[in-house]
C-alpha cells in the first residue's frame, strides 16, 4: 500500500506574539515545527506500514525551499520518501489553490492511502484536506481517530462533537488525522543517519505544469484574498483585588453576582 | 445574476442546531444590505416539518431536500445535494456552520464548485461600497484576525462559528415560501459505508447553552478537585467548563473546553477559577456578559479580560463561595430578581434594564425606526422615569433590525403640518431630546447603521456615541424642502463646528463612520460585531467609578458648553466644591489612593 502523509511547516503559535508598538504579529525568530495534526498522520501512517507489508510511507510538502526541515524530520521519524512541492508560482496561494497543486502532484506521486492533519495551526482553516480529496475524486473522512486495515478499505472512527461514527472505507481515499489519532514518535539517532543519505525530491511548476492550470494557482489562481489583518484588541480590564483575606474575596464577588442579578 | 444569501441548515437527529438559527439571523441583517433574499436550505429525511421554523427565525424561502440517503451526515450525499441546490439557484452567498459537519463539507462543495470558502468566520459585513462579503476570522492560533473577500468567484461561501451570531427573536407571525427540492440520491452515493453511529458520553451538557459556567484550568491541580466546582455549580445552577490544559490532562471531558480548539461561549457569568488566561483560550469567552476570575498569580493574563479580578486561592475561595452563595439564597433575601425588566405601555420602543445598565431600543425597524410623535413620546417617557431612577447608572440608546439606528422623521406624518402644527412639533422634539441630554445617567448611542435627520439629532443628543463600521451619518432636511429642526442645526455646530456642519446640511451628503469619526461627530468606531460588546464595556468601565463624579462632570461639562468661559468656570467649580460634600466620593475616592487600596464609592 502506497501510504501518503501531506505534512505542512508552521510557526509554533505558542511562541507567537504580538508586537505592542505595532500590533502586529513577530514573525522572526518564531520556531518551525511540522503541524501537530500532521505529525498524527506521519504517526499513524508509519503504524499501518507495520501492519501491511510492502506498504511505504511517502510525505508531501509543499513550501519554500526551507520546508525540507519538515520533510527531513519526517524522514527521521522513519518515513521511506519524501517530496517537496516548491516553486514561486505557488506562492500566495489560498486553500483552494494549495488544494489543486498538491491534488496535482499526488496525481503523478501515486496513492492508495492519503493523510493529511485535520487542521494546519497557522492558517487554521482546515480546508486543505476535503479539497485535495474532492480533486482527486476519492472519498475523504475526517477527524479520524481510530484506524483498523482490512484488505482493500479501512474501518475508522470519525469523531464529531456529540457522536462518533463508525465507517468502512474503500481505498483510495483521504482521511483527516487529529491529536488523537496517534502520539507521534521522536526521531532516533538511526532514523536520523539514514534521513542524511536520502533524497528528497522536489517538485517545481515545470514538473507540474502538464497537469496544472497556471490560472487556478498562486495568488493570482485563488478566489479568496487577506484584504488586511489586525491583532485583536484586548477587552477593558475590571479592577484587580489583591491582599484580600478569602473572605473579603467572596464578600467582592458576591458583590459583583448580586449587581449582576446572579445570586 | 447570482443573488441571494443561503444558510444551510444544520441538524442532528433530525433537531436543529443553533447555529442554524444564528445564521439565519446574521444573513438576516447581509440580505437587507444588499437588499436580497435569505434562503434556509435544509436537508434530511423527514424533515419539511422544520421549515416553518427556520421562516419564524428569519429565513424567506426554504429549500427542503428531503430524502432517505441523508437521515445521517455522510460527506458525498449532502455535498452533492447542496452542490445541485447552489447551482440551481445561482447563490451569491452561502453560510455553513463552522461545525465539525460544516467544516467536513464546505470544503468539499468549494472545491467542487471551485470558488473560495473562508473558515471559521466570527464577523461578516458587506462593503457599502463593492457590496462584496467582508469575513473576518481568527488565524494563527487566534493571535492574528483577518479580513478576506472572495472578489470574482461565485457563490462567496464562509463557515461561521457557532456562539458568535445573533439569532433574530422568533416571530411567528413571519412568512415566506417553502420548495421541495428534488435531487437524485441514492445508496450508490454512500462513498462510505456507515457502520455505527456511537453517541458520545450520554448526559454531557451544553456548554455553549449554559447561563453561567464555572470553569477550571491547570490550576485546580487534580482531577479531584474539579469536586468544589461542580458543587458551586450546582448551588448558582451553572455548568462547569475547562481550560485545555485541564482537558489534556483527562481531569475532564474535552466537551467542556473553552476556546480555539473548544467551544465559543458567551454566558451571563464566567468564572474563572486557576485558569492563566492564553489567547487561546480567552478567544472562547471574551464575549461572556460579566467574567470574573480568581487566580492565584497577580499577573495572570486572564485578569486582562476579567471585569473583576480575585488575586487569591481558588481553594479556598471557592468552596467559601458556595457557602456564602447558599447563605444569601436561605436568608431569604430577594436575590432573584428578574435580569430583565420589561417597562410596559409602550409600543414603539423598548426599554429594559440589566445590571446597572438601560436600553432603549428604537423598536420600529420596517419603517428603519423613523422617529414619529409616538415614538417620541416613548422616548419622553423613559427619560421622565430615568430621571428619578438611581438604579440606572448608564443608559443605551440604539436601533432595532440591524439596518438603521434612526433612519429619519416620518414623513408622511409631517407631510400636511400648518406652520402653526409644525413649530409645535420641532418644538416638543427639542424638549424630548433636551430632556434626554440633561439626564443624570451618562448616555451612549451605539450606531448600528443609518443615522440620518432626526436619527442624527437622536445620537447627538447621546453623551458619547460608539458607531459600528457600516454606520451612515446624514441631514438630508433640505432635500424635502426642510431643515433640521429637532436640535439639529445648534447641536451640530456646536459638535463638529460650522464648516463641517453646514457641509453636512447644505449638500446633503452621508458620512461613513470613519469620515463621522474625522469630524468628531462619533467618538468610537467598532467592527459592526462589536458594536454593544464595546458600548456594554464602555458602559461598565464608567460605573466602577465613583458615578457621584461622573455625574458631576457631565454635569459641569453641559451647563458650561452653552455659557462664557468665564461662567463655565463658575459652574466647574461649583461641581468640583460637591466631590469634597458629604455626599461627594472625593474623601474614599483619595483615601483609597493614599492606602493603595480599592475604592469602596457610594
Ligand atoms: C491570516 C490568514 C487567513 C487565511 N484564511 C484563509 C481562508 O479563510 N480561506 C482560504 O482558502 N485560505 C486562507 N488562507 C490561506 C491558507 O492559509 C493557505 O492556503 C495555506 O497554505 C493552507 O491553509 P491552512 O494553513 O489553513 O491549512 P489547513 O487546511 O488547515 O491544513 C490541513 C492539512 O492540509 C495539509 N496541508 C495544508 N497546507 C499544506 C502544505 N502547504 N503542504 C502540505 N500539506 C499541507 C496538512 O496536512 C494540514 O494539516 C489564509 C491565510 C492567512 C495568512
Ligand atoms: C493551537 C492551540 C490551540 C489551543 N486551544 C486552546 C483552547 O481551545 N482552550 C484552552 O483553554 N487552551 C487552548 N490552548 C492552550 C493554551 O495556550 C494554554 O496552554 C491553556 O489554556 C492553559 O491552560 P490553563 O490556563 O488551565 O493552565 P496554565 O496556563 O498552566 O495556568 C494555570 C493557572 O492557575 C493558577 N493557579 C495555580 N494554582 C492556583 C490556585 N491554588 N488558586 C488559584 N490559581 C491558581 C496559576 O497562577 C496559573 O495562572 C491552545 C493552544 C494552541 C497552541
Known amino acids: 500500500m502506497k501510504i501518503i502523509v501531506c505534512i505542512k511547516q508552521v510557526p509554533d503559535t505558542n511562541e507567537v506574539t504580538i508586537d505592542p508598538d505595532t500590533n502586529t504579529l513577530v514573525r522572526t525568530g518564531i520556531p518551525v515545527i511540522i503541524n501537530p495534526d500532521d505529525k498524527s498522520g506521519i504517526e499513524a501512517a508509519l503504524t499501518l506500514r507495520g501492519k501491511i507489508p510492502g506498504s511505504t510511507v511517502t510525505v508531501v510538502s509543499m513550501g519554500p525551499p526551507q520546508a525540507e526541515m519538515a ?8 518515513c521511506d520518501d519524501a517530496v517537496l512541492i516548491s516553486g514561486r508560482q505557488f506562492g500566495g496561494s489560498d486553500t483552494l489553490a494549495t488544494s489543486t497543486i498538491i491534488a496535482a502532484a499526488l496525481k503523478k506521486i501515486g496513492f492508495d492511502l492519503i493523510f493529511t492533519g485535520r487542521q494546519a495551526i497557522d492558517g487554521d482553516t482546515a480546508q486543505v484536506g476535503p479539497q485535495i480529496a474532492e480533486h482527486l475524486g476519492i472519498p475523504q473522512v475526517s477527524y479520524v481517530e481510530e484506524i483498523t486495515p482490512e484488505t482493500d478499505s479501512l474501518v475508522v ?5 456529540d457522536r462518533y461514527h463508525r465507517l468502512r472505507v474503500k481505498l483510495p481515499c483521504l482521511l483527516t488525522a487529529i491529536k488523537d489519532l496517534a502520539e507521534p514518535r521522536f526521531m532516533t539517532v538511526e532514523g536520523i543517519v539514514d534521513a542524511d ?53 467572596v464578600d467582592a464577588i458576591m458583590a459583583r453576582l448580586h449587581e449582576s442579578h446572579l445570586v | 445574476m447570482s443573488k441571494n444569501v443561503f444558510v444551510i441548515c444544520e441538524q442532528r437527529s433530525g433537531i436543529l442546531q443553533p447555529v442554524s438559527f444564528e445564521l439565519l439571523g446574521e444573513a438576516s441583517s447581509l440580505a437587507k444590505d444588499l437588499n436580497q433574499r435569505v434562503v434556509a436550505v435544509l436537508l434530511g429525511d423527514n424533515i419539511a416539518s422544520h421549515a416553518e421554523e427556520l421562516i419564524h427565525y428569519g429565513a424567506d424561502e426554504v429549500i427542503v431536500v428531503d430524502n432517505p440517503t441523508l437521515k445521517e451526515y455522510l460527506t458525498e450525499p449532502y455535498a452533492k445535494a447542496i452542490t445541485a441546490v447552489i447551482k440551481a439557484k445561482d447563490a451569491e452567498i452561502v453560510l455553513f456552520g463552522a461545525t465539525s459537519i460544516g467544516r467536513d463539507l464546505a470544503p468539499r462543495i468549494s472545491a467542487r464548485i471551485k470558488t473560495g470558502l473562508t473558515a471559521d468566520c466570527t464577523g461578516l ?10 469575513m473576518t476570522r481568527p488565524a494563527f492560533g487566534g493571535n492574528l484576525m483577518a479580513v478576506i473577500r472572495c472578489k470574482d468567484h461565485r457563490p462567496q461561501m464562509a463557515t461561521v462559528r457557532p456562539g458568535v451570531m445573533q439569532p433574530m427573536e422568533k416571530d411567528t407571525e413571519r412568512t415566506g415560501s417553502v420548495e421541495n427540492f428534488e435531487v437524485a440520491l441514492s445508496e450508490a452515493d454512500k462513498t462510505v459505508e456507515l457502520l455505527e453511529v456511537i453517541p458520545k458520553s450520554k448526559t454531557v451538557a451544553d456548554i455553549t447553552q449554559a447561563k453561567c459556567l464555572i470553569s477550571g484550568g491547570r490550576g485546580l491541580g487534580k482531577a479531584e478537585n474539579f469536586k468544589i466546582l461542580r458543587e458551586l455549580a450546582e448551588v448558582l445552577d451553572a455548568e462547569v467548563s475547562a481550560s485545555r490544559a485541564a482537558v489534556d490532562a483527562g481531569w475532564i471531558d474535552k466537551e467542556r473546553q473553552v476556546g480555539q480548539t473548544g467551544k465559543t461561549v458567551r454566558p451571563e457569568l464566567y468564572l474563572a477559577c486557576g485558569i492563566s488566561g492564553a489567547i487561546q483560550h480567552v478567544a472562547g469567552m471574551e464575549n461572556a456578559n460579566l467574567v470574573i476570575a ?37 436568608a431569604g433575601i430577594d436575590y432573584k430578581a428578574p435580569s430583565v425588566e420589561q417597562y410596559v405601555g409602550l409600543e414603539n420602543v423598548l426599554y429594559h434594564v440589566q445590571n446597572g445598565i438601560a436600553y432603549l431600543t428604537i423598536n420600529r425597524p420596517n419603517q428603519l425606526n423613523a422617529l414619529n410623535r409616538k415614538t417620541l413620546t416613548e422616548i419622553g417617557s423613559v427619560a421622565d422615569k430615568l430621571m428619578n431612577d438611581e438604579s440606572v447608572k448608564v443608559l443605551i440608546v440604539r436601533g432595532a433590525g440591524g439596518r438603521a439606528f434612526v433612519a429619519g422623521a416620518d414623513i408622511k406624518e409631517m407631510q400636511e403640518l400648518t406652520p402653526e402644527e409644525g413649530k409645535e412639533l420641532s418644538a416638543f422634539a427639542q424638549q424630548v431630546f433636551s430632556k434626554l441630554k440633561a439626564l443624570p445617567q451618562i448616555v451612549i448611542a451605539a450606531i448600528n447603521g443609518y443615522a440620518l435627520g432626526g436619527g442624527n439629532e437622536l445620537a447627538m443628543a447621546c453623551d458619547i456615541r460608539v458607531a459600528s463600521s457600516r454606520a451612515k451619518f446624514g441631514q438630508p432636511e433640505v432635500n424635502l424642502g426642510l431643515i433640521p429642526g429637532f436640535t439639529g442645526t445648534q447641536r451640530l455646530s456646536r459638535l463638529v463646528g460650522d464648516g463641517d456642519s453646514k457641509r453636512m446640511i447644505f449638500t446633503t451628503e452621508m458620512l461613513s463612520a470613519e469620515e463621522a469619526l474625522r469630524i468628531g461627530l462619533v467618538n468610537v468606531v467598532v467592527p459592526p460585531e462589536g458594536l454593544m460588546r464595546t458600548t456594554r464595556d464602555m458602559a461598565l468601565k464608567i460605573m466602577s467609578k465613583s458615578m457621584i463624579s461622573v455625574k458631576l462632570a457631565k454635569r459641569s461639562i453641559n451647563e458650561g458648553l452653552p455659557l462664557e468661559f468665564q461662567q463655565g468656570l463658575l459652574v466647574e467649580n461649583d461641581c468640583w466644591t460637591k466631590c469634597f460634600e458629604e455626599s461627594g466620593d472625593g ?10 487600596r480599592q475604592a469602596k464609592f457610594s
Not at chain 1, 472512527?157 to 462533537?161: D, K
Open chain 1, 71 to 78: 520533510l527531513r524530520e519526517a524522514l527521521s521519524m522513519g
Open chain 1, 157 to 161: 472512527l470519525r469523531q464529531f462533537e
Open chain 1, 197 to 249: 543519505e536520502k533524497q528528497i525530491r522536489i517538485m517545481d511548476y515545470e514538473a507540474l505544469s502538464d497537469v496544472l492550470d497556471p490560472k487556478t494557482i498562486g495568488l493570482k489562481g485563488s478566489p479568496t484574498n487577506v484584504v488586511r489583518s489586525f491583532t485583536k484588541e484586548p477587552k477593558s480590564q475590571g479592577a484587580v483585588l489583591k491582599g484580600l483575606t478569602a473572605d473579603e474575596a
Open chain 2, 125 to 134: 459585513n458587506i462593503d457599502p461600497d463593492t457590496k462584496l462579503l467582508m
Open chain 2, 294 to 330: 480568581i487566580n492565584k498569580s497577580e499577573t495572570a493574563p486572564i485578569f486582562g479580560v476579567s471585569d473583576l479580578g480575585v488575586v487569591g486561592d481558588l481553594h479556598v475561595i471557592v468552596p467559601k463561595l458556595r457557602e456564602a452563595i447558599i447563605k444569601a439564597k436561605s
Open chain 2, 587 to 596: 474623601k474614599e475616592g483619595m483615601t483609597a489612593f493614599v492606602e493603595k
